[in-house]
């Protein structure tokens, strides 16, 4: 899940580099041309409406793959898990990186009126995250050009959604707190080490938006999830600000 990586106008046309960005520019996610110690995954938005129900997705892009879990453990109550992993092949220069990311989370879901759906959830995720960049260690020929760290994110998940059998349509938010620790390496970008970089700013607190749309058979639709990550600690540490992912969603009764 890690590595360095507002939405609204010029519109399309900031909406259309966004998305170009986020799926093919060479220097995103962890592979890229500059560290990056953060990259938001998906969010479980399970939409549960019943004891019992549950919900079970796979999805991702050509950086990621994630997997999705949930089930209805009451009237009002469910349980969810996930886990996302962060594969990007690396740069010809060898630059690149790599992360994993698990989650769990329980909370409220309460069915409403006219096929609408309101849901929170608290979360709990821990993971790691690497930045390898060899073509830094030839201006730095004492360093390796790594660095790690293991992560720790807590926090909340509203969700508002529209849920019909063939079709949904939601928006949810993720109010979180990232932390890291253990940071080890001697990376140097810039002439700064970024061990010493991320130590003074190992907590972050991230507003991270999304809206999710999904379409197919009632127990199974294709799903397009857009979200964007604000990181209201630091409008400039170096993290990727966006993401978009394709997969399945299983919705069973």
Request: contains cysteine; hydrophobic residues 35%; glycine residues 12%.
């Amino acid at each position: 899940m890690m590595r360095e990586v507002p939405f609204l106008n010029n519109t399309n046309h900031r909406f259309m580099k966004v998305i170009i960005l986020t799926l093919v520019s060479g220097c995103i996610l962890f592979a890229g041309c500059n560290p990056k110690f953060y990259s938001p995954n998906s969010h479980n938005l399970p939409l549960i409406t019943s004891k019992g129900e549950k919900s079970l997705g796979v999805s991702g892009n050509g950086d990621r793959v994630e997997v999705q879990g949930a089930y209805g453990v009451s009237k009002n109550f469910a349980v969810k898990a996930d886990g996302s992993f962060f594969i990007p092949k690396d740069l010809d220069n060898g630059n690149g990186g790599s992360g994993k990311y698990f989650e769990i989370g329980g909370g409220y879901f309460k069915p409403l009126a006219g096929d609408f759906v309101f849901e929170t959830y608290g979360l709990l995720g821990f993971g790691d995250m690497e930045n390898h960049l060899p073509s830094t260690v030839s201006d730095n020929p004492s360093t390796t050009g790594d660095i790690s760290a293991n992560v720790l994110r807590y926090g909340i998940q509203p969700g508002f959604g529209y849920k019909r059998p063939n079709f949904s349509i939601a928006l949810s938010s993720r109010f979180v707190n990232l932390n890291y620790s253990n940071i080890k390496g001697d990376l140097i970008f810039n002439g700064e080490n970024q061990a010493d970089y991320l130590n003074a700013n190992k907590s972050n607190f991230l507003i991270e938006p999304a809206l999710t749309l999904r379409g197919g058979l009632e127990n199974i639709k294709l799903q397009l999830q857009f979200g964007y990550s604000l990181n209201a600690s630091n409008s400039e540490f170096r993290q990727d600000d966006s993401f978009l992912t394709f997969g399945l969603n299983f919705n069973l009764k």
